[in-house]
C-alpha cells in the first residue's frame, strides 16, 4: 500500500522550550488515520509542522514520496496537502461559493473551470444544504454549516491528503454526528486523511488506525478498533 505522509522522528521547540519529541507516524493512501490526545498534548503543534508553519530541529515529512519537511506553507499545498484548520477559517464576508473557489484557486490555471464544476457538483452532491447557501455569506450560516464549507474547500483543491484539525470542536452533538457522517463518506470515497481530533470517541469509530499523542510524545498507535477496547484509552479517553 502507498505511503502518502511519513513523519520521521521530528522534534519541535517554540524556543528553546521543547514541544514535540521524537515524532513518528505514517497514512496510507485511502487510509483514515486519527491522532488522538488530550488539549496541550502537541497535536495542534504536529499540524503547524506538517504544514510549514513551524520548523523542525529534527526529523523528516515526506508526501507521497516528496521531501516536504523545510517547505514554506504555500508549497506544501501545492504539492498536494489541502487542511480543514480548527475554527474553520472561512471568508466571512465572501460566498459560499467564493470560499470554495478558493480552495480551487492552484488548479484553475492548469485545469480549467471545467474540472472545477465538476469538484463543485460533486460536493454539492455531498452537502445539498450548501448548494442551497451558495450565495450566502458564509458568516451568516450555522457552526455545521461552516465545517461543512471548510470540507468541501479542502475537496476543491483535489488534494493528495486532506488534514483536519478538530473538525468537531465547537459544535452541537447532532452536528458532530452528522460531520463525522461526511469523514466517512470521504473514505469511502477512498481519500485519505489525517484526522487531528480531540473527540476520541468519534475519531476511533471512523479511523482505520490511531496514534495516542501525549505532553508532545506518540505514546499509544495500532488498529482504531483495537485501541478502542483497550482498558487505559477507555479509561482516559472514552469514559462517558
Known amino acids: ?15 528553546k522550550v521543547p514541544v514535540l519529541s521524537d515524532v513518528s507516524l505514517t497514512v496510507a493512501k485511502g487510509e483514515i488515520v486519527t491522532l488522538i490526545g488530550a488539549n496541550g498534548a502537541g497535536k495542534t ?23 516536504i519537511t523545510r517547505m514554506k506553507p504555500d508549497r506544501v499545498a501545492r504539492e498536494g496537502l489541502a487542511v480543514v484548520p ?15 473557489m478558493l480552495g480551487s484557486f492552484l ?3 492548469g485545469q480549467g473551470k471545467g474540472a472545477v464544476n465538476e469538484d463543485l457538483d460533486m460536493v454539492f452532491d455531498l452537502f445539498p444544504r450548501l448548494a442551497e447557501r451558495r450565495e450566502q455569506l458564509a458568516r451568516t450560516l450555522s457552526g455545521g454549516e461552516q465545517q461543512m464549507v471548510a470540507i468541501s474547500r479542502a475537496l476543491m483543491a483535489r488534494p493528495k491528503v486532506i488534514l483536519m484539525d478538530e473538525p468537531s470542536i465547537g459544535l452541537a452533538p447532532i ?10 463518506k470521504l473514505k469511502e470515497s477512498g ?3 489525517l484526522l487531528i481530533e480531540q473527540n476520541a470517541r468519534m475519531a476511533l469509530k471512523v479511523a482505520d488506525r490511531a496514534y495516542v499523542m501525549e ?17 487505559i484509552i477507555r479509561k482516559l479517553y472514552l469514559a462517558a
Open 45 to 67: 503543534t504536529l499540524f503547524r509542522a506538517l504544514t510549514g508553519v513551524l520548523p523542525k530541529s529534527r526529523g523528516s515529512i515526506v508526501l507521497d514520496g516528496k521531501d
Open 191 to 193: 481519500i485519505t486523511i
Open 1 to 15: 500500500m502507498t505511503t502518502m505522509i511519513e513523519i520521521s522522528n521530528i522534534d519541535v521547540a517554540y524556543g
Open 86 to 100: 480548527e475554527g474553520r477559517r472561512l471568508f466571512g464576508p465572501m460566498s459560499v461559493l467564493d470560499n470554495l
Open 215 to 231: 505532553i508532545g510524545r506518540i505514546t499509544a498507535e495500532g488498529d482504531a478498533g483495537d485501541l478502542r477496547q483497550s482498558d
Open 107 to 109: 488548479r484553475l490555471t
Open 175 to 184: 452536528i458532530v454526528r452528522e460531520v463525522f457522517d461526511v469523514i466517512r
